[in-house]
Structure formats: C-alpha cells, structure tokens
C-alpha cells in the first residue's frame, strides 16, 4: 500500500509565497516520476511541474514558469513545490502525483494524493 499526502496549502495574498509538500509512504522500491498538477473549479486539471528521481530534468507549465520551483529529497520520499508571485488565477486544488515501483523488477504505478486547497486572494 502506497499514500501520498500532501500539506502546505492554504490563503495567501496575491504577491506572496507558499510551499506545498508531499510524502510517500508505504511499500516504496523507488519513485521514478514526481509532480504536481492542479484544478480549478469549472476547469480541467493542469499538469503544474514534474522531476524525474534525482531532481533532474524539472519541467513547468508555461503559466508557472520563473515563478514555482519543484524540488525532491528522495532520502525523504517528498517532492516540493515553491510557488512564489502567486496570482489569483492559481487559486485550485494542488495535487501530488508519482510513479511508484514497489519492488524490484515491478513496473511503477501511479499513484495521486488527495490535494490541497490553494487560495490567492486579497
């Protein structure tokens, strides 16, 4: 069994910053792919950033770009993502999401936290 929680959303002013976490736990061989993608309301949900294991390789949403930064501590099993100058229309539901392998010579499976609230608002 696998669970990716996530933590670190919440309400922030327009301008400002937040940093959102997420850890996997459980049955972990290696994690491959982490990322983080998003859902506003009304709006289908957008791939934000992803890293392969290593942290090399990050790869953003045009939207986000020179703003949110995605990092990984793989002796942790997390992923972060640095989100700063937020705007109002980053206002969604944060997701964590990642490639699992439970053991050796098993194909990764992909596994989503259950999200976290995002506001920007004034």
Known sequence: ???LVESGGGL???GGSL???CTASGSIFVINVMAW???APGQERELVARIVSGGGNPSYADSVKGRFTISRDDAKNTVYLQMNSLKPEDTAI???NA???TARNVVASWYWGQ???VTVSS
């Open 1 to 3: 069994q696998v669970q």
């Open 99 to 101: 490639a699992i392998s």
């Open 37 to 39: 993608y998003r859902q």
């Open 12 to 14: 922030v002013q327009p």
């Open 94 to 96: 944060y997701t964590c």
């Open 19 to 21: 940093r959102l976490s």
């Open 115 to 117: 999200g976290t609230q």
